[in-house]
């Protein structure tokens, strides 16, 4: 048979056909059959399969994760309670709301029996945070130079933490006979009670 016999079959009558053309045909018809079937279930399938292999990988590293955690739970647990005990050990070097007075005046002494002379020492409002407070003091005061700095070397040792922010050394006179001026803004800190904290987070919200 001829390829342009092709055009002179009778579809009606596909029964009288030549067996090679029958056969050509059914195979073209499986071919067609089985292609259509991929691009409708199959591909779908391949598709949900990969995206169970995604999830397959996610949840094996998941799993791998939390495997480690869990091997280390003992160490975490071990440095939780460090930074609680360390954290303790700075809370005690707050002073309460009845301690700040003291603290306040450990400050003035120890600038006198420096040699230092306040012209200003002015303690200001209260700054809230979370679980402490911070209060800046306004401080100006005069005298040598090695007297400041065994001022500053003395609220280092002191046994409450006494910070110093923005300070300025100028010539305290224009005799210039060696005294200096330092002005300064102190910070110390105590911490909030449990009846303060409840009050501040309240003033948040």
């Excluded at 910070?163 to 330092?182: V, Y």
């Amino acid at each position: 048979m001829k390829f342009s016999d092709i055009n002179d079959l009778d579809f009606e009558n596909a029964g009288n056909w030549p067996t090679p053309v029958k056969a050509g045909a059914v195979t073209l018809l499986c071919i067609s059959i089985i292609l259509v079937g991929y691009f409708i279930d199959t591909q779908s399938q391949l598709d949900a399969l990969d995206a169970q292999k995604q999830q397959e990988h996610e949840l094996k590293q998941l799993v791998e994760i939390k495997t480690a955690k869990a091997a280390n739970l003992q160490a975490y647990q071990q440095q939780m309670k460090e930074m609680e005990n360390s954290f303790g050990s700075l809370l005690k070097q707050l002073p309460s709301r009845n301690e700040v007075a003291e603290l306040l005046t450990d400050i003035t002494q120890t600038g006198i029996a420096s040699g230092l002379e306040f012209e200003l020492f002015k303690p200001k409002t209260e700054l809230p945070s979370e679980f402490y407070a911070e209060l800046p003091i306004e401080l100006k005061v005069k005298g040598r130079y090695h007297e400041i700095g065994k001022f500053m070397g003395g609220l280092a040792t002191l046994p409450r933490i006494v910070t110093l922010h923005d300070f300025k050394i100028s010539n305290a006179n224009k005799e210039r006979n060696g005294d200096l001026l330092m002005e300064a803004t102190a910070k110390t800190y105590r911490y909030l009670d449990e009846n303060e904290i409840q009050q501040s987070k309240l003033s948040e919200k």
